[in-house]
């Protein structure tokens, strides 16, 4: 069914207006001047084709007209009320659905989240694999995590340093790690694993060396359970991202300046 078009600026202005019967009182309310108001009551008397209020020498009053309709006016403005309620619903929800690398969030992001709890027991998260062309709609997520040189299509801010590290042991193996994506993908490796998370356990394990996101090995290399033999200088960092709507959420906001501080 075709809904009728709804002056709907025009009927929150006549709602003040009835509830003071003052356009001056109005206008103080809607922070417009008296003559606004009186051009949108005009302009909706002629949309609706009634007179809704007089003058008269005690002021100013409704016509039988106005009156009819007050009702069923202010119980709409309520029902709109509720529906952008209900609408921003998702958006003061403690739950949050992020997509990230595995190795990044068995060696970053996890940590974090958990410390970023603490902040708040009702906090809720939902960790899923971070796929190439992921659906943000469809997987109904409200962050991801990209490795890449800038946000892409999406808002985002860059976290962390970029570049790659080399790391192993120093009685350990000297041969390459390889892993999908790593500089220098397509050499021959010693030995070759499924992500940089797994390489860098691989090269505390003495097994090679691996090179890996600096971000990611920062903490390993900072309990000493790896060494640094070289680093290589790169355009590529991980970035926290999200489409617009998402990333305007109050709740994704909150997590973003968590994980970027």
Known sequence: MKRTHLPLNGLRVFDAAARHLSFTRAADEL?????????????LEDTLGVVLFRRTPKGLELTPEGEAGLVE????????????????????????AIAAPRDF??????????????????????????????????ANLDLAISFDTGPGAHE?????????????TADGETGA???PGHPGDGEVAALTV????????????GLGRATV???????????GRVSVFGSEDSELGYWLVAPLPQWRQKKVKALVEALAA
Request: proline share 3%; aromatic share 8%.
């Open 213 to 223: 996101p600096a971000m990611l090995v920062a903490a390993d290399i900072e309990v």
């Open 177 to 179: 790690i390889g892993w």
């Open 31 to 43: 922070a417009v001047t008296p003559a606004a108001v009186g051009q949108q009551i005009r302009a």
């Open 73 to 96: 006016l202010r119980r709409g403005f309520l029902n709109f009320e509720e529906a952008v309620r209900a609408m921003q619903a998702g958006q003061t929800s403690k739950s949050l």
């Open 156 to 168: 985002g801010v860059a976290i962390g340093p970029r570049g790659f590290v080399i790391v192993g």
């Open 105 to 138: 969030s068995a060696k970053w992001l996890a940590g974090r989240l958990a410390n970023y709890r603490k902040t708040d027991a009702d906090l809720r998260f939902a960790l899923v694999a971070a796929d190439a062309g992921l659906d943000f709609t469809e």
């Open 194 to 205: 499924a992500d940089a998370g797994l390489a860098i356990d691989a090269a505390a394990l």
